[in-house]
């Protein structure tokens, strides 16, 4: 849409969704750092990181160039990946809260800009032009996106694990619709073996640390 917009001279939705977008990079990147600096240092997540290393540097990476919203996926179940099952010990305060802060940070500079340009083309631009469809889309896009949001932080305790307890490969109950966060859990020992051997192994680490 920026380009859009500034190809056809309509400087206003140009500079309005302009900002939206550089905000939007700048919300990807105080997130990136707060997750590197705080998020990281919760003790069951970062059990999880040194389980899945590639999963925890790949989807950080997707915060940062994409969107902060990515950072979902660590916790999403998705396919009922052991992957994707992160744990915070306390995920309300390490992980929601700025989590939370951001979001609405981006709701003020991101998306009201969007909604904004969207209007302005709305008044604008004539039917028939691509610039419209895409005022379209934009606005009602962000708008889902606002409301899905709200209704997703009344409760966020649903959607985040909390506990220090190994990562285990879980089953959902049979013939029960709740989500992959409320499944049975179903014992590994071949899991929990390779655990504690991460865990073993990364206090050796430690130790030759302090004593290097």
Same mark, same amino acid.
């Given at each position: 849409?920026?380009? &859009?917009?500034? /190809? ?15 905000? #939007? ?5 105080? =997130? ?11 003790? !069951?997540? /970062? ?13 950080? #990476?997707?915060?940062? #160039? ?11 179940? %998705? ?8 744990? =915070? ?5 390490? =992980? %929601? ?6 979001? &609405?940070?981006?709701?003020? %500079? ?5 909604? /904004? ?20 889309? !934009? ?70 640390? /302090?004593?290097?």
């Amino acid at each position: 849409m920026v380009c &859009y917009a500034g /190809a056809n001279k309509h400087w206003g939705p140009f500079v309005l969704s302009g900002a939206g977008l550089l905000m #939007l990079m700048t919300s990807n990147i105080i =997130f990136y750092v707060i997750y590197k600096r705080e998020i990281v240092n919760d003790q !069951a997540f /970062a059990k999880w990181c040194r389980l899945y290393p590639k999963t925890e540097k790949y989807v950080a #990476l997707l915060t940062l #160039l994409l969107n902060f919203k990515s950072i979902k996926f660590i916790y999403s179940g %998705f396919y009922g990946l052991e992957s994707c099952l992160a744990q =915070f010990e306390d995920p309300m305060r390490n =992980f %929601f809260r700025p989590m939370r802060m951001i979001t &609405y940070f981006s709701f003020v %500079f991101v998306y009201i800009p969007i909604i /904004a340009s969207s209007i302005m083309i709305f008044i604008q631009v004539k039917w028939g032009y691509q610039l419209l469809i895409l005022g379209i889309e !934009a606005f009602i896009l962000a708008i889902l996106i606002i409301v899905l949001t709200i209704y997703e932080f009344k409760n966020p305790e649903r959607l985040l694990m909390s506990g220090d307890e190994q990562y285990i490969r879980i089953k959902p109950r049979v013939g029960d619709n709740t989500n992959v966060m409320g499944a049975m859990i179903d014992v590994d020992e071949t899991t929990l073996i390779r655990s504690k051997v991460i865990d073993d192994d990364y206090e050796i680490m430690l130790r030759k640390r /302090a004593l290097a």
